[in-house]
């Protein structure tokens, strides 16, 4: 297995798989990989242990001229995405290199996964923080979905901060936590997580080894 502990990858959409038992299990499949490494850092030189993995094909018209430059210093063709991520050995990985999923991931293990969830636009109280709304009778006039009050009069005579209103929902980063791998397609580079995780279809997220298992 990688010591590399993330890889990005593409949300393909949902689906089921069956079990020895004929048990249907919900999983999310995910592109994952391959990635290449574009830079290789260390404390020796810049103060911390990382590398930076590129992912996704790009246009050339597309990447600007320092950019371009940055992958081609490395022998990678310009992508996407770029991210770096710490690594506890540097010295484990060259410029140039290729992981794919099969090298992180494995049957049975965990994984979190990180993405921009769906975004919903301006949403209602009842949409955005489940509130049940008012009654909808007893001389209830058109306010069935409304939050109500919002706060007292005179004193503290403002609204605190933090108050549940209606307002922007969705579009935020959201990490999914303890995701068991289902399956592994290595001659797809297809990861297969029992459960769903955040964002819509075709948009890229961030796969890493889960920080702490539930049971």
């Known amino acids: 297995m990688s010591s590399l502990n993330g890889i990005l990858g593409t949300k393909l959409g949902m ?19 391959p990635v ?25 018209a597309k990447v600007n001229k320092p950019t371009a430059g940055h992958y081609a210093k490395a022998g990678v063709a310009p992508s996407k995405h770029l991210i770096e991520v710490k690594v506890d050995d540097p010295s484990e990985f060259t410029i140039g290199q290729e992981i794919k ?3 992180m991931f494995e049957v ?7 993405g921009v969830s769906k975004g919903k636009g301006f949403s209602g109280v009842m949409k955005r923080h489940n509130f049940s709304g008012q009654g909808a009778s007893h001389g209830n006039h058109k ?25 922007r929902m969705g579009g935020e980063k959201v990490t999914t936590l303890s995701l068991v791998v289902a399956g592994v397609d290595p001659e797809r ?27």
């Open 108 to 114: 049975g293990g965990r994984a979190d996964v990180s």
């Open 15 to 33: 689906t089921q798989i069956f079990d020895e038992a004929a048990r249907s299990i919900p999983v999310t499949v995910l592109k994952a990989g």
């Open 101 to 103: 999923v099969e090298e």
């Open 36 to 60: 290449h490494v574009v830079q290789v850092k260390t404390i020796e030189k810049d103060g911390y242990n990382a590398i930076q993995i590129a992912y996704g094909d790009a246009k050339p």
């Open 189 to 215: 580079g297809l990861l297969m997580l029992n459960g769903s995780v955040p964002g819509p279809k075709g948009s890229v997220v961030f796969v890493r080894e889960a920080v702490k298992a539930r049971g």
């Open 143 to 167: 306010k069935h979905r409304a939050p109500g009050s919002i706060g007292a009069c005179a004193t503290p005579s403002r609204v605190f901060k933090g108050m549940r209103m209606a307002g």
